[in-house]
């Protein structure tokens, strides 16, 4: 299995700045997007939400923009699970231009389940774990994404 595709959008006139650029805070908001799209893929969707009272919530982010993305471009995101333990998925979401492989932006996510009761951490359900192992064992033979872990900082001069 590829990376999944869980967002597909036109770029919109209110996500430019005065450039014809999409504005930063729109690609976080095209990513979240995404995320919530692997969620439903992975049963985390509202009715589970409604139903259990844990939801998926973003622990930390790295964001890259590697590539202008102009008004009205059709983009589209794909989502690889890079690693997940019992109550964490690690992804990695690239936004594309629809059908191309050249990544225009980068996004690395860290994402806890937690039971909104308290809130505190808790596993995922069996089922849900069960459909995280499947889709990451379909990913298994995807390389490893070329910003993953990227850390930022300036070089130290000595």
Same mark, same amino acid.
């Given at each position: 299995?590829?990376?999944?595709?869980?967002?597909?959008?036109?770029?919109?006139?209110?996500?430019?700045?005065?450039?014809?650029?999409?504005?930063?805070?729109?690609?976080? =908001?095209?990513?979240?997007?995404?995320?919530?799209?692997?969620?439903?893929?992975?049963?985390?969707?509202?009715?589970?939400?409604?139903?259990?009272?844990?939801?998926?919530?973003?622990? %930390?982010?790295?964001?890259?923009? =590697?590539? %202008?993305?102009?008004?009205?471009?059709?983009?589209?995101?794909?989502?690889?699970?890079?690693?997940?333990?019992?109550?964490?998925?690690?992804?990695?979401?690239?936004?594309?231009?629809?059908?191309?492989?050249?990544?225009?932006?980068?996004? %690395?996510?860290?994402?806890?389940?937690?039971?909104?009761?308290?809130?505190?951490?808790?596993?995922?359900? %069996?089922?849900?774990?069960?459909?995280?192992?499947?889709?990451?064992?379909?990913?298994?033979?995807?390389?490893?994404?070329?910003?993953?872990?990227?850390?930022?900082?300036?070089?130290?001069?000595?």
């Amino acid at each position: 299995m590829p990376a999944l595709t869980t967002y597909t959008t036109a770029i919109l006139p209110e996500w430019v700045d005065y450039n014809g650029h999409l504005r930063d805070a729109f690609y976080l =908001l095209i990513f979240s997007y995404a995320t919530d799209a692997l969620m439903d893929t992975l049963g985390l969707d509202s009715e589970n939400r409604d139903a259990s009272g844990h939801s998926l919530f973003t622990l %930390e982010l790295h964001l890259n923009y =590697l590539h %202008e993305v102009k008004l009205g471009a059709e983009v589209e995101v794909h989502t690889q699970l890079i690693a997940h333990d019992a109550k964490r998925l690690h992804l990695y979401h690239s936004l594309h231009l629809v059908g191309e492989e050249r990544a225009l932006a980068g996004n %690395e996510q860290m994402l806890l389940h937690v039971d909104l009761a308290g809130p505190h951490s808790a596993p995922f359900t %069996e089922a849900t774990l069960e459909k995280i192992i499947a889709v990451s064992a379909a990913q298994a033979d995807l390389p490893k994404p070329a910003l993953l872990g990227r850390v930022i900082g300036l070089p130290v001069r000595q």
